[in-house]
């Protein structure tokens, strides 16, 4: 072999080598990279973990205060009835005029039931917002999923809403596994 293809073959392999230390170098710095971002995921899990153990007795106080307040259901028509009664009271103490009313199935879950009833009220403004006020405190137990408030074509002081409140109801079983909870 020449001189000439001596230097030849040694040029070819140190571009091979440095194209080969460039190859693994960007494989290295990628695995890096990859190796950083799951540190930071784990962290930032780590973090949240820490942030949820030191609410453990605000969760706590919530729970025993749920069990202690939220009302069991027995039958689930006694439960709409009530819920659909104790909505047309409010509404006419605020003088509020329900033009239509229309119950839900109920709904079973894990940890509660749910009863539902839809009511259409007419009236000004405020006073339905009063009104939904008043009705969705946290110890009722309602919520409001569904609203829809338009302008009455007739008498633009007032709106005409119509509002799907939800009750939420613990069932014995529910009662007993929230019960379980805590001792765990």
């Known amino acids: 072999m020449k001189a ?10 140190v571009l091979a080598a440095v194209c080969g230390g460039a190859v693994l170098s960007q494989r290295l710095l990628r695995l890096q990279h990859d ?3 799951k540190e930071q995921t784990l962290e930032l899990q780590q973090m949240e973990a820490q942030a949820v153990l030191a609410e453990t007795e605000l969760w706590k106080q919530r729970l025993i205060w749920l069990q202690s307040t939220q009302p069991a259901m027995t039958s689930e028509n006694q439960a709409s009835e009530e ?3 104790a ?4 509404a006419a103490s605020h003088s509020l005029l329900v033009q239509k009313k229309q119950l839900h199935e109920p709904v079973n879950n894990t940890f ?3 009863v539902g009833v839809t009511l259409t009220v007419k009236g000004a403004l405020p006073s339905v917002f009063r009104w939904l006020h008043t009705v969705l405190s946290p110890e009722s137990f309602c919520a409001v999923p569904q609203m829809k408030v338009i302008p ?3 008498d633009p002081s007032k709106v005409i809403a119509t509002i799907h409140f939800s009750r939420l109801h ?4 529910a009662t007993n596994s929230l019960q379980e909870a805590p001792k765990s």
């Open 112 to 114: 509660h039931r749910e």
């Open 87 to 90: 909505l047309l009271t409010s």
């Open 170 to 173: 613990a069932p014995a079983t």
């Open 35 to 37: 190796i950083e971002r």
């Open 4 to 13: 000439s293809e001596r230097r030849l073959l040694m040029i070819l392999g």
């Open 83 to 85: 819920l659909l009664e």
């Open 152 to 154: 009455d074509g007739a």
